[in-house]
């Protein structure tokens, strides 16, 4: 009987030594596909690629909205400053404003207004009739006169300067009625704060 327990433990010890069974399989290791790795990093690529091209056109266009911005304030500047150039004319021996000229004073009295730092020179001429010391007084006059019209309206007069050339710089040197007409005027002049005008 003891010769039985003891076979029967011998056999209770191999089974248990063999496992009693069939290990299950081991998990293979996931094996690395080429393919798939290759994809993987041309779509990374693409990726990245795409973000740069992304953000150089986010760049592009933001220099063209400055560029054009420039441009935009280019043109506007040199618009407003056409417009404070514009001349007004006078009757023969005469220094007072006409209803037409009062409407281009008023565009200035606008652009002034729009541009606080803005400051202009006006010059009287006059045509070649008259004696010199006679035309430089005209011309003041005609200075003046444009100066206390654009001041009447709000300007300050520490803004405006005057200046006489009398009948020293024709625009036509014609002997005629229209050339005299062309000469008796007040041009005027962007002396300070004239880099980027505004419309107002």
Request: proline fraction near 4%; include cysteine; glycine fraction near 8%.
């Amino acid at each position: 009987m003891k010769r039985r327990l003891l076979l029967l433990l011998a056999g209770v010890v191999t089974a248990a030594a063999c496992g009693g069974g069939n290990p299950p399989p081991a998990t293979p290791a996931p094996s690395t596909n080429a393919d798939s790795i290759a994809a993987a990093e041309k779509a990374r690529q693409d990726s990245l690629d795409a973000a740069r091209r992304a953000a150089e056109d986010a760049e592009r266009v933001a220099r063209q909205r400055t560029a054009d911005s420039l441009a935009a304030l280019g043109r506007s500047s040199d618009a407003v400053r056409t417009m404070l150039a514009t001349m007004i004319h006078f009757d023969f021996d005469k220094a007072n404003i006409r209803s037409g000229d009062a409407e281009v004073l008023d565009q200035k009295v606008s652009i002034l207004q729009a541009n606080a730092g803005a400051r202009i020179r006006v010059s009287g001429h006059c045509d070649e009739r008259g004696s010199d010391e006679y035309n430089l007084a005209l011309g003041n006059r005609r200075a003046n006169a444009a100066k206390q019209y654009l001041v009447s309206h709000g300007i300050d007069a520490g803004r405006i300067e005057t200046t006489s050339y009398g009948e020293e710089r024709p625009i036509d040197p014609g002997h005629s009625e229209e050339s005299w007409a062309k000469n008796r005027r007040d041009e005027f002049d962007v002396t300070g704060g004239g880099e980027s005008l505004r419309l107002p």
